[in-house]
């Protein structure tokens, strides 16, 4: 049975989407069968796997409708990674489940068929606590919260966290915080530096040893419909996303990779 992870973050711009994106990708790559979720109306997670939101059903369909998410499921160009897509009508969505029985867990109800299928199922959270977000994390068994570092990095972050609390004690009590991961790092950037030791000071153990920097091939790689290890598997930004995926997957206790192996070294890869 597949562990749920949303991906969640109020704060727009801090790589949630890119996360998703390869985190999924690299978990495919590892031979962990992935379904990435996307539940923004944006689409990017959409787009950004190759396919044009306007011409296929998508998790509006799920959410309203009660469309068995299998006959909508995409293939990608990772042979283990499937994608879930959506679409602008998903802000809609929320006005029409507002009068709904379960209204919470229309989200759980979908992915519940199709858990068995895959080893992790990644969702891509809108920039919002609306009720598509409160539906993720419903059915997540953890999340997982992207933090840039950036000068407002903890900006809105007691607001989530107070809405993960509420989840917990109101509608999934086995909900966990899978961890914070750093996003969009500069070494070139003082400041930079600052965030991630003040973030580090105040969640301690919940922050990811993986660091995210910036990277062009990121920026790239969702303009070929690709995820960022498909599209440049030597760059900076694939083996930050590799690196991130196996320090999950030996958080979950789901790899036999040794501590030799634990992460791959930049100079390896250059």
Known sequence: MGKIIAIANQKGGVGKTTTAINLGGCFGVLEYKTLLVDADPQANATSGLGHDPKNNSNIYDCLVNEVDPKDLILSTSNPNLDLLPSHIDLVGAELEMINMSNREHRLKMALDKVKDDYDFIIIDCSPSLGL?????????????????????????????????????????????????VLTMYDTRLRLANQVVEEVKTHFQELVFDTVVHRNTKLGEAPSYGETIVMHDASSKGATNYLNFAREILQKNNVTKISNEEKTIKLEDEL
Do not use: H, W
């Open 132 to 180: 598509i977000t409160v539906n993720a994390l419903t059915a997540a068994d953890s999340v997982l919260i992207p933090v840039q570092c950036e000068y407002f990095a903890l900006e809105g972050l007691g607001k989530l966290l107070n809405t993960i609390k509420i989840v917990q004690g109101r509608l999934n009590t086995d909900l966990e915080i899978e961890g914070i």
